[in-house]
Structures are given as C-alpha cells and as structure tokens.
C-alpha cells in the first residue's frame, strides 16, 4: 500500500479537479459521503440514540465535515456542528458546503472569537457530553506550527470526552494536529479511534505517534482515478502480505540446498555466543540451504552443541575470547563459498575485534548485512561502508544509528525518517532502523514502513533474528531493499504470532524463531487478511 506526504496528495487533488474535471465541491461530497457511513457504521446499533457532534474548522477539512453533518442531518441522524472561526472566514467549497447544511437545518455553534464567550463555550461542551460520537474535522494535512488556540481547546476536549466518558472519535482525512509527512504532535492532537483518510493513505497515518493517534484507518478513494494516484509517486510503502509474498523465492519442486544460498554468520564472543546462535537458527528458518557460523575458536563446540542444522566454524580470537584482527583471512576464506555474510551479532567492542570488523567489510565481495558491534566498530570508519564493491544492508536500533551519524540517539528517535534516509544515503547502503514501525530506506529515496510487530519484540536477541532471516533472503539473490522488507515483515509478524500464542510479555527470542514457519504458512497461505495488520482497511 502506497503512503503519501500532504504535498503529493494535493497535487492529486489539483490533478482530479483540473484534468479529470471533478470540481472541488464535488470531491467535497464525497467525502463527506465516507465520513457519514463511516459514523453510521461505528455507532451501529446506537445510531439516532445520542446526536453526533461535529468539529469543523474553516478549511477544506471542515468543508468535509459539514458535508458529513448534512448527509447525516437527511438521514434522521441528529447532528450539532461547531464552527472554529467566523463564518464570514469560510470560504471556497467549504462555504457552500456550510451553507447547504445550514439549509438542511444543521445547528451550527459559531465560536467566532480566538477565546469564545463563556456561554458559547458551555453550549459546545454540553453537546460534547450528550453525543454519542464526536467526528473532528478541525485540521487536515496541511498543519505546519504548533496547534494553539480555540482549535487546541477543543482538540483537548474531543480527547477529554473520550477519555473520560467513553465518546468514540472519527477523524476526517487525519487526526487534527497530526503532521502528515511525519506522524509528530503539533503541539495536541485528536486521539481518534477511526480515521477516515482521503484519496490515499498519509505518510503520518503509518508512522508512531500518528499510527497510535489515528486509530483505525480506512482509506476513501472519492472516485479519483487510479492514473491520478500513479503521476504521483508515492514517498513510501506500507509493507503488506501482497508484498511480502511477491518478493518470497520460489521454491520448484526439483530445487536442492544449493539453489537456496550459503550464509555465513560472523558473530559471537564470550558471554554471548547465543547471539550467534539466534542468527544462524533464523536464517536456517527462513530458508537459506546453507548455514556455517564462525565465532571465536575457543566457543566452537558451545555453539555446535546449541545449533545441529546449521555448520560452525572457529576464527582466531583475543585473550578475551572475541574474534582477533588475525582472522581476517580465514573469514574471507570462508565467505568466499558463501552467496551472503551477516557481520555483528555479540561481537563486542574489543579493539581488535573491531579492526577485524573493519578490514574484513572493506576487503568482503560479497552481499553484507552489518548489525550490532559490526555497526559500532564502522562508528567514525562510514567510509568502510561507502567504498565496498557488492550490496550492504545495515540493521541499527536508534543508539546504533546515532553513533553511526554522529547525531544523539533523542534526534534520532524525533525523526526517524530523516534518519534512516540520511544513513542510506550517506553511507550508500539499505539502512533499515529497527523500533515501532521499521522503516527501511534505499540511497535512492525508496522507503518501506512495516506495520508488524508488537512491544513484546523489545527484548534481547530478537534483533539477531532479524539479521539471519534477512541474511537468508540476501544470500537466495533477492534484492538488498526487498531483503530488508521482507525479512522485517516476516519478523515482525513472528513476533506477533508469538505474542498471540504465548504473551506479549513473557516473549523471547527462541519465541520468535518457534513462530516462524506459521508466519511463513499463514503469509504463503494467504491467511493474514488484506491487508495485516487489520489498523489499516478500504471502504
């Protein structure tokens, strides 16, 4: 599913307007068409029981809701909206659309002032106690500043009603005061349980906070033309089971282990040599033919003992049982039988272990997934990165990545998208930054966002199981980006898989690796729903 920032969906709404001839008022109608269905459907039964009170602002957001007010109004729906300005301040479609619900005999509250009169404001939070839904139509996409004001107030009491007394929130297009290119919190923004999104789904409907704040998110088409959307690129991806199984390898009846890649894991120290573990089992489990781990000699026969189906092999270590800078040519020596390499899981910080790391990426020719201590030792050496001849994906969660950039770890977590694309772009490479709603981005400017996953994955290992299963797809001939899409994807519902089984707290990464071949059966089965998770629908 595309994602799209607010820019590129008004030039769609231009193109609808002036190429396809849909005037403004009409997609104005349409929507709030959508709107209204989706309020009758969330009151259900309820319906007519409590009147709906609509937010409006003066936009073409609030022309939308007003149009949903009437449509309602001419159901027998009984229906308050409240003006956030003076009506004279209308203007465009949204003027004819107040007007027109105005003569379907919609009682409008006018809050004409910045800070309204105290009766006016009385007579907005009585209708907001006795609705039975609350639909805001106060802001759409293109909210730049902090939100203040009259519409933060009453942005504070759809949330207060909600929170307080139970009142269900729809939100038109997206939820008052959520950015749409990033999902950030202008300031305050409307908690929604379902959000009614327009043409295509926002890029900060995906994203957290705006993922939590929106709720369910149905996408209205309006009638525009599918070529409208294609002249439009769009900034991301959703990840979806149709993705997913598109990118999968085929596996032909007559196939054998050597059609599906050799994988060599370098990784391990002492005291974590399950990382190593976790990292050769799951590319075993993603279905790689060929699995051999090479970890520090001295801890060979520990992982032998752990890992049956996968090979292990010893490299030269340090006095502290971490991979010496000496073994750098038995590495390459063994990664010349190998289609791909995963570089990093619990290799520690020790210094010869990282000129290790550092030698053996520049002098590697072939696929690479850099995670954990590989990233660490690459911190202040992004040239390492920059200069290898064959594909690099690397895995950093956002302390990771901080040092990787030279940023703090809060400027990353602020905006993870810009990020994860400076990451791709500087250093030349899929970066894929780990943490709620994965993003992976490609130096090209592709982006993919993955909606699987849950807060239960927060736990260590887990993200040594995302290096194998991508390390697998990599060394099966499957590209770099699609690699790191499709092994977040698959991990992430692994994780979700898990949690349902088990609990979302009790769950580990030896879960995740258990869970596995179900996430593979229900995706190849096409049993996860369209699309998964079920935050996202059509309508």
Same mark, same amino acid.
């Given at each position: 599913?595309?994602?799209?920032?607010?820019?590129?969906?008004?030039?769609?709404?231009?193109?609808?307007?002036? $190429?396809?001839?849909?005037?403004?008022?009409?997609?104005?109608?349409?929507?709030?068409?959508?709107?209204?269905?989706?309020?009758?459907?969330?009151?259900?039964?309820?319906?007519?029981?409590?009147?709906?009170?609509?937010?409006?602002?003066?936009?073409?957001?609030?022309?939308?809701?007003?149009?949903?007010?009437?449509?309602?109004?001419?159901? *027998?729906?009984?229906?308050?909206?409240?003006?956030?300005?003076?009506?004279?301040?209308?203007?465009?479609?949204?003027?004819?659309?107040?007007?027109?619900?105005?003569?379907?005999?919609?009682?409008?509250?006018?809050?004409?002032?910045?800070?309204?009169?105290?009766?006016?404001?009385?007579?907005?939070?009585?209708?907001?106690?006795?609705?039975?839904?609350?639909?805001?139509?106060?802001?759409?996409?293109?909210?730049?500043?902090?939100?203040?004001?009259?519409?933060?107030?009453?942005?504070?009491? @759809?949330?207060?009603?909600?929170?307080?007394?139970?009142?269900?929130?729809?939100?038109?297009?997206?939820?008052?005061?959520?950015?749409?290119?990033?999902?950030?919190?202008?300031?305050?923004?409307?908690? @929604?349980?379902?959000?009614?999104?327009?043409? *295509?789904?926002?890029?900060?409907?995906?994203?957290?906070?705006?993922?939590?704040?929106?709720?369910?998110?149905?996408?209205?088409?309006?009638?525009?033309?599918?070529?409208?959307?294609?002249?439009?690129?769009?900034?991301?991806?959703?990840?979806?089971?149709?993705?997913?199984?598109?990118?999968?390898?085929?596996?032909?009846?007559?196939?054998?282990?050597?059609?599906?890649?050799?994988?060599?894991?370098?990784?391990?120290?002492?005291?974590?040599?399950? @990382?190593?573990?976790?990292?050769?089992?799951?590319?075993? $489990?993603?279905?790689?033919?060929?699995?051999?781990?090479?970890?520090?000699?001295?801890?060979?026969?520990?992982?032998?003992?752990?890992?049956?189906?996968?090979?292990?092999?010893?490299?030269?270590?340090?006095?502290?049982?971490?991979?010496?800078?000496?073994?750098?040519?038995?590495?390459?020596?063994?990664?010349?039988?190998?289609?791909?390499?995963?570089? *990093?899981?619990?290799?520690?910080?020790?210094?010869?272990?990282?000129?290790?790391?550092?030698?053996?990426?520049?002098?590697?020719?072939?696929?690479?997934?850099?995670?954990?201590?590989?990233?660490?030792?690459?911190?202040?050496? $992004?040239?390492?990165?920059?200069?290898?001849?064959?594909?690099?994906?690397?895995?950093?969660?956002?302390?990771?990545?901080? $040092?990787?950039?030279?940023?703090?770890?809060?400027?990353?977590?602020?905006?993870?998208?810009?990020?994860?694309?400076?990451?791709?772009?500087?250093?030349?490479?899929?970066?894929?930054?780990?943490?709620?709603?994965?993003?992976?981005?490609?130096?090209?400017?592709?982006?993919?966002?993955?909606?699987?996953?849950?807060?239960?994955?927060?736990?260590?290992?887990?993200?040594?199981?995302?290096?194998?299963?991508?390390?697998?797809?990599?060394?099966?001939?499957?590209?770099?980006?699609?690699?790191?899409?499709?092994?977040?994807?698959?991990?992430?519902?692994?994780?979700?898989?898990?949690?349902?089984?088990?609990?979302?707290?009790?769950?580990?990464?030896?879960?995740?690796?258990?869970?596995?071949?179900?996430?593979?059966?229900?995706?190849?089965?096409?049993?996860?729903?369209?699309?998964?998770?079920?935050?996202?629908?059509?309508?």
């Amino acid at each position: 599913m595309k994602l799209y920032t607010a820019a590129q969906m008004h030039a769609v709404d231009r193109l609808a307007i002036e $190429r396809e001839g849909i005037p403004g008022e009409a997609l104005m109608e349409r929507a709030g068409q959508a709107v209204a269905a989706e309020a009758a459907t969330m009151l259900g039964d309820r319906a007519g029981e409590r009147p709906i009170l609509v937010l409006c602002g003066r936009g073409n957001n609030g022309g939308d809701g007003f149009a949903a007010a009437r449509i309602l109004i001419e159901q *027998g729906i009984a229906t308050v909206a409240v003006l956030a300005g003076a009506r004279d301040r209308v203007a465009g479609a949204a003027c004819l659309h107040l007007e027109a619900a105005l003569e379907a005999g919609l009682p409008v509250i006018e809050l004409a002032e910045d800070r309204p009169r105290p009766g006016d404001w009385h007579e907005v939070e009585e209708s907001a106690r006795a609705a039975g839904l609350i639909i805001d139509a106060l802001l759409g996409t293109g909210v730049t500043g902090e939100v203040t004001g009259l519409t933060a107030d009453l942005i504070a009491l @759809a949330n207060r009603m909600r929170a307080e007394r139970g009142i269900p929130v729809l939100a038109v297009d997206i939820p008052s005061g959520i950015l749409a290119d990033t999902g950030a919190v202008a300031g305050v923004a409307v908690e @929604a349980d379902t959000t009614v999104t327009m043409v *295509g789904p926002k890029l900060g409907l995906a994203l957290y906070p705006g993922a939590a704040h929106a709720g369910r998110v149905v996408v209205a088409d309006l009638g525009v033309p599918a070529r409208g959307l294609e002249t439009s690129p769009a900034e991301a991806t959703l990840l979806d089971p149709a993705l997913a199984r598109a990118w999968l390898p085929v596996r032909p009846p007559e196939a054998h282990k050597g059609d599906f890649g050799t994988v060599l894991v370098v990784a391990g120290c002492s005291g974590m040599i399950g @990382a190593a573990y976790l990292a050769a089992q799951a590319a075993l $489990r993603a279905g790689a033919g060929l699995v051999r781990a090479a970890v520090p000699q001295s801890l060979q026969d520990v992982l032998a003992a752990k890992g049956t189906e996968f090979m292990t092999a010893p490299l030269p270590e340090t006095h502290e049982r971490t991979i010496s800078a000496d073994a750098v040519a038995g590495a390459l020596e063994l990664a010349a039988n190998a289609t791909a390499v995963v570089l *990093g899981p619990g290799l520690s910080r020790n210094e010869s272990t990282q000129q290790f790391v550092r030698e053996f990426v520049a002098r590697l020719e072939r696929p690479l997934l850099v995670d954990a201590d590989g990233l660490n030792a690459l911190a202040g050496h $992004r040239r390492v990165l920059g200069t290898r001849p064959a594909p690099t994906v690397i895995t950093p969660h956002p302390g990771e990545m901080a $040092r990787l950039l030279g940023w703090s770890a809060i400027q990353v977590q602020t905006d993870r998208l810009a990020a994860v694309r400076e990451a791709a772009r500087g250093l030349g490479c899929i970066a894929l930054l780990k943490g709620a709603r994965t993003l992976v981005a490609a130096p090209q400017g592709n982006l993919l966002v993955n909606p699987t996953g849950n807060p239960g994955m927060a736990t260590g290992g887990t993200g040594d199981v995302l290096s194998g299963m991508i390390g697998a797809f990599l060394g099966m001939g499957v590209s770099p980006l699609q690699a790191a899409g499709l092994g977040a994807y698959l991990h992430g519902l692994a994780g979700d898989l898990a949690a349902e089984r088990l609990s979302m707290p009790a769950l580990i990464a030896g879960d995740l690796l258990d869970s596995l071949p179900e996430a593979f059966r229900r995706l190849l089965a096409d049993e996860l729903g369209p699309p998964y998770p079920p935050a996202v629908g059509t309508g």
